[in-house]
């Protein structure tokens, strides 16, 4: 896989381990700590990404008379499709991949050479969405219209990739409106702000937009404020305190709040 590929999965699994409830069969120790008696712990998933072997896209690799080398997929940051030659057929297969260059990752590659073969993901195969200026057209003005009549405005969002498609609209919108530079913009996720972290790092596989320098900024601006605590042992409710928007607690502003998808249970939705 590649390198940003292995820092996103090391993320998400570790993150999937830390959320695992106490009491579901894993060996004692605390929420998150893992065992035997689960699918996997960190010992397992840190086994897993050291027998990882990177590749960088286009790197050509030869395995008993097999040749393959990957491709940008342009869906999240790492991911790639991989173009396979064995006997004489050429094949490509990949998962989940976008021709469309958004905020931050650049469109997938079409290879050099048409493949005899194509495996890909067809989920929305059938399905014809609207252009994307019409959805986001339709995201901001929606936006817009809650927090200019005093709303509080809940965007559930995946961690990785979304988060930050959507934080980057946003930014772009808002330096467009002066009259919602008063309107504060809150992500309450440690997840998103890590795979921030991973996209700082791996900047050299994102797109022009970005690598001028809009993500390095983004954590720095005023407008981007984090409401979560740093301590470990802080108890649920404390999380719930620290993450409660101002205006709950008191009679203030409105504001837009980017959180991970599972908004049913998670604080910033109470």
Known sequence: MTHATRA????????????????????????????RDGLYDEADLANCCDKVELVDFHQVVEHNGIRFWSYNAGH??????????????????????SMEEDRHLVPAEVPSLEPHVLIMESTYG???HESRDVREALFTSTIERIVQRGGRCLIPAFALGRAQELLLILDEYWKEREDLHRIPVFYASKMATRALRVYQTYINMMNQHVRSGVLRNMTRSRRWRRRETTS???TRRQRQRDVTPPRRRRCGRASVHASREGVDTATPSR
């Open 126 to 128: 059938t399905q014809k």
């Open 8 to 35: 996103v999965m090391r993320l998400l699994l570790s993150d999937y381990i830390r959320l695992l409830p106490s009491g579901d069969g894993r060996k004692q120790g605390g929420e998150g700590s893992g065992g």
């Open 76 to 97: 999240v940051l790492g991911a790639a499709m991989f173009y396979i030659e064995i006997g004489g057929v050429r094949l490509l297969y990949t998962g989940d991949y």
């Open 232 to 234: 470990p042992r802080c």
